[in-house]
């Protein structure tokens, strides 16, 4: 099987900050190839071609070769998006709105695409959204972007890591805040990852890839009471 990595998020040079360096250089050295191809996925944002430009000029100077998957190949050309994935040792699942992504996988039946590639040895990266998608679930704020709710709530990915996932958490606040209710009504536990940091699973082994400045979390309920821990397993 493939290896799994969920980003939490950070900013990838929209507002003129490269905030992932260090996991975006981890993913190309575990790959382990001279020149990897990585292909992007950007279902889940309404700004896809620009996303990608970004994507594209990090990889590319990580000694990637880049390709895209765009919605058109998926509506016209599905043998062309069958090779795309085929050919990929790197598939990245951009981040954005979360229901979208998951409407759209489902939609062009690339679930069982990504698990079969998943089960051939390609890498799967998820950031934010993407990385809910790749989980059992993620606590997302889809819906409050929407104007569709004004709290956070669990959505159920594709589960190919049985995992539940917090991206961009950030300690005190609203959505901890949240995070904290809703485990006092489930028995369960999260990951919570702030910006800048990420999982990497392989194996059903879960490293970190992170700085020393940023944190990631174990969120759950023991004895009716909200309890959290840093997660602080690196990878070597």
Do not use: W
């Not at 700004?47 to 000029?57: G, T």
């Not at 599905?78 to 954005?96: H, L, Q, R």
């Not at 991206?167 to 919570?192: G, I």
């Not at 970190?208 to 959290?228: A, F, G, M």
Request: aromatic share 8%; with cysteine; charged share 30%.
């Amino acid at each position: 099987m493939g290896k799994v990595v969920l980003i939490g998020g950070g900013d990838i040079g929209k507002n003129g900050k490269y905030e992932t360096k260090i996991i975006d250089k981890k993913i190309v050295e575990i790959c382990n190839k001279k020149e990897p191809i990585m292909l992007f996925v950007g279902l889940a944002s309404s700004y896809s071609d620009s996303y990608y430009d970004m994507i594209k000029k990090i990889y590319q100077d990580l000694g990637c070769k880049t390709t895209y998957l765009k919605r058109k190949n998926l509506i016209n050309n599905p043998d062309i998006v069958d090779k795309k994935i085929e050919d990929a040792d790197i598939i990245y699942i951009g981040g954005g709105d979360t229901i979208k992504l998951i409407e759209d996988v489902y939609e062009f039946q690339l679930d069982k695409k990504l698990r079969n590639a998943y089960q051939r040895g390609t890498i799967l990266v998820g950031m934010s959204a993407g990385a809910i998608l790749l989980s059992k679930e993620g606590f997302s704020d889809s819906y409050i972007l929407r104007n569709e709710s004004t709290h956070y709530k669990f959505l159920k990915g594709l589960n190919i890591i049985h995992i539940s996932i917090c991206p961009h958490f950030d300690l005190n606040s609203m959505k901890e805040e949240e995070l904290k209710k809703n485990l006092n009504q489930r028995r369960k536990m999260v990951y919570a990852l702030e910006n800048k940091t990420a999982l990497l699973i392989e194996d059903n082994q879960i490293d970190v890839i992170k700085t020393k400045e940023e944190h990631i979390y174990l969120c759950y309920n023991k004895d009716s009471k909200y309890q959290i821990e840093e997660y602080k397993k690196e990878v070597k």
